[in-house]
């Protein structure tokens, strides 16, 4: 019998393949090729369904952790905090509230736009399924059918022709009427039985071609349906992956009470309260001299300890810091000079008279 010719030689298709019957690894039997696609299909709309449900799974944990974060926003703890602390932490309050109303509006999306078109072309895609399934195997039966018939009406095409041969024998043994009778009858029941044959063979023709036809249109459609299938189901995972983007969920959540605080933590310059306030700023813990001057002839110790270690320009007659930041003794070696550092000659340090208890100057605050 000659090969049978692909209809699409340069593709690998549904309809080329799955003709033959394979064995069956968990049995005995045979597997019909039909009967793999089959399978196929419906391992891919129970992957569809699991989808499905992992997708309503994630909405209901979106739509959980909203309701929390709206909860916690309502929240009455730190609510007597005033000024502008106060303001930024009903900010913080706040961005829980519109954070839990991004997250419903993402599960709504979720819902409408991933989880709903799978459901309903699964449900659809079943119902495709169904209908390929029962019309090819109607034909796959009444194709056996047809076969079972041309088997028995050959087996009983045999059993006349070797009555026929027994009778024929029998009347070149003995001649008798009888015998005559018995071999015109045999040849009549083997002329029946031989019409018989031709018809099934026919009929089980007409079956096969028809059976053909429907299992190439039918593999298409069942191609047609995986390739849908899978376009479908990349083109939702894809909706499912950018749906955070669009929503914009920290930018629209955070950006409120981010603005507030950094408006909080701002510099003030012109904050009410004593001259020495108002020209502060953010950084309380760094001290300096208003305006280091040194007067002309005055230079800075320059040893261990010194002011030049530690960063201080001395003017004559003025403390450098403010006496809480030194003790009595510091603020007395603070001011050692070396002899002759006014009139240009070495010598020993002196410390003038009255340096340890003037008041400091008025202290600024360093950005």
């Known amino acids: 019998m000659p090969e049978q010719q692909l209809l699409k030689p340069t593709e690998w298709r549904y309809c080329d393949?799955?003709?033959?019957?394979?064995?069956?690894?968990?049995?005995?039997?045979?597997?019909?090729?039909?009967?793999?696609?089959?399978?196929?299909?419906?391992?891919?709309?129970?992957?569809?369904?699991?989808?499905?449900?992992?997708?309503?799974?994630?909405?209901?944990?979106?739509?959980?952790?909203?309701?929390?974060?709206?909860?916690?926003?309502?929240?009455?703890?730190?609510?007597?905090?005033?000024?502008?602390?106060?303001?930024?932490?009903?900010?913080?309050?706040?961005?829980?509230?519109?954070?839990?109303?991004?997250?419903?509006?993402?599960?709504?999306?979720?819902?409408?736009?991933?989880?709903?078109?799978?459901?309903?072309?699964?449900?659809?895609?079943?119902?495709d399924m169904k209908k390929c399934d029962h019309h090819i195997t109607d034909l796959r039966k009444q194709l056996a059918s047809r076969y079972a018939s041309v088997e028995k009406a050959r087996k009983a095409l045999t059993e006349r022709q070797r009555d026929l041969e027994m009778k024929t024998q029998q009347l070149e043994i003995k001649l008798s009427n009888?015998?005559?009778?018995?071999?015109?009858?045999?040849?009549?029941?083997?002329?029946?039985?031989?019409?018989?044959?031709?018809?099934?063979?026919?009929?089980?023709?007409?079956?096969?071609?028809?059976?053909?036809?429907?299992?190439?249109?039918?593999?298409?459609?069942?191609?047609?349906?995986?390739?849908?299938?899978?376009?479908?189901?990349?083109?939702?995972?894809?909706?499912?992956?950018?749906?955070?983007?669009?929503?914009?969920m920290f930018n629209q959540s955070l950006s409120p009470w981010t603005n507030c605080f950094e408006k909080w933590t701002r510099p003030k310059t012109e904050s009410c309260g004593s001259e020495s306030t108002k020209r502060a700023t953010f950084a309380p813990w760094t001290w300096r001299l208003d305006t280091p001057v040194r007067p002309p002839g005055v230079l800075p110790r320059r040893g261990p300890g010194g002011p030049v270690e530690r960063g201080w320009w001395l003017p004559l007659g003025e403390a450098a810091l403010p006496p809480t930041l030194l003790s009595t003794e510091e603020r007395g070696q603070s001011w050692q000079f070396q002899k002759g550092d006014l009139d240009g000659s070495a010598g020993e340090s002196q410390i003038f008279p009255g340096q340890e208890d003037r008041p400091a100057t008025r202290p600024c605050l360093q950005d």
């Open 17 to 127: 393949y799955f003709w033959a019957d394979k064995k069956d690894p968990q049995g005995n039997g045979t597997v019909a090729g039909f009967e793999l696609l089959l399978q196929k299909q419906l391992k891919g709309k129970q992957m569809q369904k699991e989808m499905s449900e992992f997708v309503r799974e994630r909405i209901k944990i979106e739509e959980e952790y909203a309701k929390n974060l709206a909860k916690l926003s309502q929240n009455s703890l730190a609510a007597q905090e005033e000024g502008s602390l106060g303001e930024a932490w009903a900010q913080v309050k706040k961005s829980l509230a519109d954070e839990a109303e991004v997250h419903l509006k993402f599960s709504a999306k979720l819902h409408s736009e991933v989880e709903k078109p799978l459901m309903n072309f699964r449900e659809n895609f079943k119902k």
């Open 178 to 248: 009888k015998t005559e009778e018995d071999i015109k009858k045999a040849r009549r029941k083997s002329t029946q039985a031989g019409g018989d044959p031709m018809r099934c063979v026919d009929l089980y023709n007409q079956a096969q071609s028809k059976w053909f036809e429907e299992m190439v249109t039918t593999t298409l459609e069942l191609e047609r349906l995986e390739v849908e299938r899978v376009g479908m189901i990349r083109q939702h995972l894809c909706q499912y992956t950018q749906l955070p983007h669009e929503t914009d």
